[in-house]
């Protein structure tokens, strides 16, 4: 009952609410209607705005090029030359994941005023030249290109800057004072950086230059209210009632949970890993295709399989064998002068072209009774003669789908006449048939970083 008596009192006092904000005319560059948008650029249309008492125009694709004319573009910044106070205004929805620059004023490299917003970042970065003639961005963490529609406001009085989105102050910055000493034959870039870089995808409406330090009032009245309205204050009375209920459940969960976490301290709560579905228990140890991998503090940590060359005796030969990484002795055959292992074939052709299969078996190279061979499809010069099969097969078969042993990121190949394993892309051989692989460590020069860092703070995403 206090605060609704404090509420009726506060309303006979609050009888009154700031009207609009006026802007004079000539503190305020209409982009749109300078530039004359939607009569001579390609890649811009209009279409429905947030809402109808101004145009709107789409953005849509990379081969337009909206840049002022230089007699319009010096009427504009005559306008901001030497101004340490001024704010732009952007009403605007850009698309998902999209980076592009809303406006952009530079002198060769040199850019005097840019606002991008980069949805690969989830970014706003203002770039200016600082008054010591250093180039500088102001980054401020924040999401616009999400599909949505935002109104948007930058202030700058002389060392300080204001970012409101959706008429809330979001942040509120002490940087180094803009130098606007803007030289003839500067460019003005709408939606874009340049013809090549940096380019806008969305809808942009409203886009404003005002010369005034709070221009964001235009936009967003209310923040220039001197007090509250009744509705406001009976709104926050309601707001801190709700607030009171929502405290009072929290603190009663809260001890209900301070409850039970006092019956858990004399629990032992083990770590544990999981990989590929399993679950396995601190300093659990085992095998992982190619790999031995242990679970320690709660993290699965693997190395490469160390193979050490099998000592093999006669009649014997090292090879691999399926679900094993490592080579295990296997029998062997000799059979013209070459070792064949257990189950592998050889097709013998003589001079007048018939073939006789062997195969590889106790020991002992034996003659395999064949099938017919199918007919094939294909005319006999694009036939091939394979060493392990009687039967001839047409260029181009598909031998991978015979079967490979290929396994852990390797895929299988398809040559002439066999198939073979290669690793992914990033991925390096654990075996010399790379039937597994594991990923390449990344390592890159030191200086690296600084480059980068040194071409995003120069261009940003602009460059991607």
Known sequence: ??????????????????????????????VFNELKLGESFAGVSQVQGFHNESRAFLFQDVLRSVKAPSDVAERMLAKLRRRSEFTLLATLKQEQLNSGVILSIHHADQRFLELESSGQRNEIRLHFRTRGQQQHSEVFPY????????????????????????????????????????????????????????????????????????????????????????????????????????????????SQAEEKMNGLDGCYCERTCSMKGVLYREDQAWTDGCRNCTCTNGTVQCEGVVCPPPQCPRDSTPAYVSGACCKECQPACLFREREYVEGEKKAVRDDSGKCSLFEC?????????????????????????????????????????????????????NLEAGACCSCKDGFRALRDDSAYCQAQPIQQ??????LEESIMEKWGDGLR
């Open 1 to 30: 009952m206090g605060l609704l008596r404090l509420s009726f009192v506060f309303c006979i006092f609050c009888v009154f609410s700031v009207l609009g904000f006026g802007v004079d005319p000539a503190l305020r560059i209409n």
């Open 143 to 254: 999401t616009l290109a999400d599909n949505q529609w935002h109104k948007l406001s930058v202030a700058v009085s002389a060392s300080h800057v204001l970012l409101h989105v959706d008429c809330n102050r979001i942040y509120e910055r002490v940087v180094e004072t803009p130098l606007m000493d803007i030289p003839a034959e500067t460019s003005f870039w709408l939606g874009q950086r340049n013809s090549a870089h940096g380019f806008f995808k969305g809808i942009m409406q409203d886009v404003h230059l005002l010369v005034m330090p709070q221009g964001y009032i235009s936009q967003c009245p209310d923040l220039n209210r001197t007090c509250p309205t009744c509705n406001d204050f009976h709104g926050l009375v309601q707001k801190i009632m709700e607030l009171q209920d929502i405290l009072a459940k929290t603190s009663s969960k809260l």
């Open 361 to 413: 078996r106790d020991r002992t190279m034996r003659r395999v009774v064949e099938t017919p061979c199918p007919e094939l499809n294909c005319p006999e010069s694009e036939q091939i003669a394979l060493t392990d099969r009687c039967c001839k097969v047409c260029r181009g078969h598909d031998f991978c789908a015979e079967g490979h042993p290929c396994v852990e990121h390797s895929d299988c190949i």
């Open 445 to 450: 020069p030191a200086f690296t970083t600084e």
